[in-house]
Each structure stands twice: as structure tokens, then as C-alpha cells.
């Protein structure tokens, strides 16, 4: 089982920026991808970024070149810099451990935080 644990969201303008923070409990060694989701109401959960154990990003065209996913093993953390905002980016954003184990995936999701980007 692991927890997560999101930080970071707000309310910021329109080109701000805001750092969202998720603490995993357990190491990250054994956690293949981590990621970050966000969801409008009504509306299905979007991949935003992925950061597999090796360090390979993938990243939403909608946000390629604003924002920038990271991951720190030593502490069970994983980032996203969110720079240049728009009101666009106003959802919840879920952090995301995917983990695969003796030929079983395993998901894992963190409560949400919310971001708003006002115009």
C-alpha cells in the first residue's frame, strides 16, 4: 500500500506559477512511474505528467514547455513546476504511483489540490 500526500495548490493569476509537492510513505524505489493527474468536474482524469524510476518524462501537449516534472527518491517526493498558468489549468490535480509487482499493477492516488487560475 502507499499513501500520498499533495501540497501546493492555490490561487494564483494568470501567468503565475505555483509548485505542487506529493510525499509518497513508502520508498520510491519500488514505484515504477509517479505522476500527476487533474480533473474538471464532470470531466474524466488527464494524465498532466509522468516520471517513470529512471528518471523519463512525459508530459500533456497542453502543458509541454510550462510545466516541469520532477522526482526526489532520497525523500518520496515528486514535484510539478507550473509556470506561465492559464485559466485552462484550473482543475483538482491528483498525484499518481503506479506500481507493478509480480506481474500485478497497482494505482494508487493521492486526495487532491486544487488549482485555480484567475483571469
Known amino acids: 500500500q502507499v499513501q500520498l500526500v499533495e501540497s501546493g495548490g492555490g490561487l494564483v493569476q494568470t501567468g503565475g506559477s505555483l509548485r505542487l509537492s506529493c510525499v509518497a510513505s513508502?520508498?520510491?524505489?519500488?514505484?515504477?512511474?509517479m505522476g500527476w493527474y487533474r480533473q474538471a468536474p464532470g470531466k474524466q482524469r488527464e494524465l498532466v505528467a509522468s516520471i517513470t524510476s529512471g528518471g523519463f518524462t512525459n508530459y500533456a501537449d497542453s502543458v509541454k514547455g510550462r510545466f516541469t516534472i520532477s522526482r526526489d527518491n532520497a525523500k518520496n517526493m515528486v514535484y510539478l513546476q507550473m509556470n506561465n498558468l492559464k485559466p485552462e489549468d484550473t482543475d483538482v490535480y491528483y498525484c499518481?504511483?503506479?506500481?507493478?509487482?509480480?506481474?500485478?499493477?497497482?494505482?494508487?492516488w493521492g486526495q487532491g489540490t486544487q488549482v485555480t487560475v484567475s483571469s
Open positions: 513508502r520508498s520510491q524505489i519500488s514505484i515504477n512511474v
Open positions: 499518481n504511483a503506479f506500481r507493478r509487482s509480480f506481474g500485478r499493477d497497482y494505482n494508487y
